[in-house]
């Protein structure tokens, strides 16, 4: 049929979609994998060896009682990590997150129906792990048999999912089963422009990761996010209504159920059968849950992250008012404690939540093959330098946290000789290390949030040591010697060209080392 193919491989959930040529799109079915209402594919995988042909895989994982079981068979939330830089599996794991990633991948291809061919593969990507993601999922589709393969980031998607126009800017507040993460995206388009597309990464059967392909963009203006969610907050359910009993699977099951049902009705009643006991009716009500979530802190770090995007769009010139719409996606973001907290604190701003589970992939659909994305830096870069007044070194910030990469244009700055005879001028360069900030920890197996405390803020130096860069002839003290121009590449690289202001030579560009 040689349609387009759509996967959004989700923490939580993976949805397939797709759409023939001249036809509307929709979500895919893939028995026996995914569920019914909705579409989805539980994002999890069942094996209790490396070698097992035949892993269980999604719905099967749930219809075999094994979602919530500890034990080291059962892959799940593999998606976050993937990117990360750790491709060994986690202490106890059979597989790492990249194997279990492609593992899944790779079972949902071989069950699409047989007779519909697609001719194009487009994948969503997170923004957080863009660079990571883009060079795994080459990796992982190289065996695909499919001439088009693309990419869209997935807030990217989500807008355009959401029928959002190009030239947006948009709050997408993602709530997964085991993360939160709030980006302000501005998306390129509008005004005449050129609408965003995805980023095509093979063309009639060749890989593209070699081209210089000039890529239209969509810009993060802020991110944050939490290691928690709609799984954290089961476990804070079994808590409060079960307090005296460990948390066994089948008690995060029951408590996973209430608190769906009450995204749909006021009061849930679910029934759990302890392996020793009577069955138990546990009954849980909307304020009750509401009460839960704000006093394990839920409403509050909400505050915060929203409040530490907020204030990036403020600082690049786009206040709260300005914002097109406000996209929640994630199962979690259907309860009502989480849309009455957004309508207070956004409530000027137009919510789009129609199509929380699906609208990424639908998105994705809807953007045809070549946006890269634009990534923020998340701690920043700086160089130390001498300071002749004070006669020691400080730390001179290059990109701040914060900062889009790839840059549009060079930081340009001149470095001056400290002695006379100097021969060459070294660059050494660190990362700030994070301020003020939430974070998880487990306490008894629960998360709780807690605030780290404040100070200032430190420079940890690269572990590469001090760059060299020879002069010729050598210098003189106080005498300005070489212009530097930095700029941050695509592939997260930061690089240097250099100009010596005596005699004129260029060098470089001179690649220093990846930033984050």
Not at 93 to 112: C, D, K, V
Not at 304 to 316: D, K, P, S, Y
Request: aromatic share 4%; net charge neutral; glycine share 10%.
């Amino acid at each position: 049929m040689q349609g387009t193919v759509a996967i959004d491989l989700g923490s939580s959930t993976t949805v397939v979609a797709y759409q023939a040529p001249g036809a509307a799109a929709g979500l895919l079915a893939l028995p026996p994998y995914s569920l019914a209402e909705p579409v989805v594919v539980p994002s999890l995988l069942w094996l209790s060896d490396p070698e097992q042909p035949r892993p269980l895989i999604g719905r099967q994982v749930l219809d075999a009682g094994l979602a919530h079981h500890d034990d080291p068979a059962l892959q799940r939330d593999f998606k976050r990590r993937i990117g990360a830089g750790a491709a060994d599996p986690e202490p106890g794991a059979i597989l790492s997150a990249e194997q279990s990633g492609r593992l899944l991948l790779h079972h949902l291809w071989q069950a699409l129906p047989a007779d519909l061919g697609p001719r194009r593969l487009v994948l969503t990507a997170p923004i957080e792990a863009y660079r990571g993601y883009r060079q795994w999922l080459l990796t992982v589709c190289r065996d695909l048999d499919v001439p088009e393969l693309a990419l869209v980031d997935e807030p990217t998607a989500a807008a355009i999912g959401a029928g959002l126009p190009p030239g947006s800017t948009v709050l997408v507040v993602d709530l997964g089963g085991g993360t939160i993460d709030l980006s302000l995206v501005q998306l390129q388009g509008g005004e005449g422009r050129a609408a965003p597309i995805a980023q095509l990464l093979r063309f009639a059967g060749r890989d593209l990761e070699d081209s210089r392909q000039h890529l239209r963009c969509a810009r993060v203006i802020g991110k944050a996010g939490v290691r928690l969610g709609g799984r954290d907050i089961d476990r804070w359910i079994a808590r409060l209504l079960c307090p005296d009993q460990p948390l066994s699977g089948g008690l995060l099951e029951a408590s996973e159920r209430l608190k769906c049902h009450l995204s749909e009705q006021h009061e849930a009643v679910a029934l759990w059968s302890p392996t020793q006991g009577p069955t138990r009716e546990l009954r849980l009500d909307r304020a009750g849950l509401e009460r839960l979530l704000r006093e394990r802190g839920l409403l509050t770090q909400l505050d915060a992250l929203l409040e530490e995007v907020l204030a990036a769009g403020r600082g690049a010139g786009l206040p709260l008012e300005r914002i097109t719409a406000v996209l929640p996606v994630g199962g979690s973001s259907r309860l009502p404690a989480i849309r009455d907290w957004l309508q207070s604190r956004c409530g000027a701003v137009p919510i789009r939540d129609q199509r929380p589970v699906e609208a990424v992939a639908l998105g994705a659909l809807a953007l045809t093959p070549g946006v890269q994305v634009k990534d923020v830096l998340a701690r920043g870069v700086s160089l130390r330098c001498w300071e002749r007044r004070s006669g020691r070194h400080h730390w001179h910030p290059l990109f701040m946290a914060g900062q889009s990469w790839p840059t549009d244009r060079p930081l340009e700055l001149v470095l001056a000789c400290s002695r006379d005879g100097q021969e060459s001028i070294e660059l050494v360069l660190g990362e700030p290390e994070a301020d003020n900030r939430s974070e998880v920890v487990f306490e008894a197996g629960l998360p709780v949030l807690r605030r780290r405390p404040a100070g200032a803020a430190r420079v940890k130096p690269w572990d590469q040591g001090a760059i060299a860069l020879p002069l010729s002839p050598p210098g003189r003290q106080g005498e300005d010697r070489l212009r530097l121009a930095f700029t941050i590449g695509a592939d997260s690289q930061l690089q240097v060209e250099t100009t010596d202001l005596v005699s004129g030579e260029p060098r470089g560009p001179l690649r220093l080392g990846a930033v984050r």
